[in-house]
């Protein structure tokens, strides 16, 4: 079970934000109108209008990590096991056999610490995360809202989408969480949980692999 962390020993600072990616008010960015016979422009347009996700140029389309959230990456196993940690409205996208959870801006940054508090750092761990100046390969939204046509074989969608209209940063997991305070999900009990599985995972795959006989 994970307890309350030290504040000495491990001290919780408000992330911190790019100065390139510092508008986090709600101010709109320039809306795209929909066009259904341009399907990758009414995808960003669905990112940048109703979310308020900023996207980087170019296509495939991606999304600017460490603005409004970061990215864990974990295998989709374990992934499935740390869902109880989350808030209903968290969104949880996956990719092949990978799963990628949203959490609070400048959680990747705080990710090697809580992984040495938890004592799991000495471990080869398949548990990554993307954060500031980063990006990601964006999920198709949910609803048939862009053309299938757009999807691609082994593409990301969401599992728990996001929902358009509202602010994600209170459902994603963050440090201020601990002590329960607020409604935000606990971002350490989430990293631990995430890291027993991605362990119990990589021991599971090393025994199923066949014997080397010389």
């Not at 999304?63 to 992934?79: M, S």
């Not at 809202?145 to 082994?154: K, S």
């Amino acid at each position: 079970m994970v307890g309350s962390v030290p504040s000495a020993a491990f001290p919780v600072v408000p992330p911190a934000v790019p100065e390139a990616a510092s508008v986090t008010s709600p101010v709109p960015f320039p809306r795209r109108p929909l066009d259904p016979d341009r399907p990758a422009e009414s995808l960003r347009g669905w990112y940048e209008n109703e979310l308020g996700w900023p996207t980087v140029p170019g296509d495939p389309l991606r999304l600017r990590v460490g603005v409004r959230f970061d990215v864990l990456d974990v295998p989709a196993e374990a992934g499935r096991a740390a869902l109880r940690h989350l808030a209903p409205g968290s969104p949880v996208a996956v990719r092949g056999d990978r799963m990628r959870l949203l959490v609070a801006a400048g959680s990747a940054e705080e990710l090697p610490g809580i992984l040495r508090w938890l004592e799991w750092d000495a471990l080869p761990l398949d548990l990554t995360a993307t954060g500031a100046g980063g990006a990601v390969e964006a999920p198709l939204p949910p609803g048939g809202r862009v053309r299938a046509a757009t999807a691609v074989q082994g593409a990301a969608v969401w599992v728990r989408p996001p929902v358009g209209g509202c602010e994600i940063e209170a459902s994603l997991p963050t440090m201020s969480a601990l002590g329960g305070v607020g409604g935000a999900p606990d971002l350490v009990r989430l990293v631990d949980t995430l890291a027993t599985h991605c362990h119990r995972v990589r021991l599971w795959r090393a025994c199923a692999q066949p014997l080397a006989f010389s």
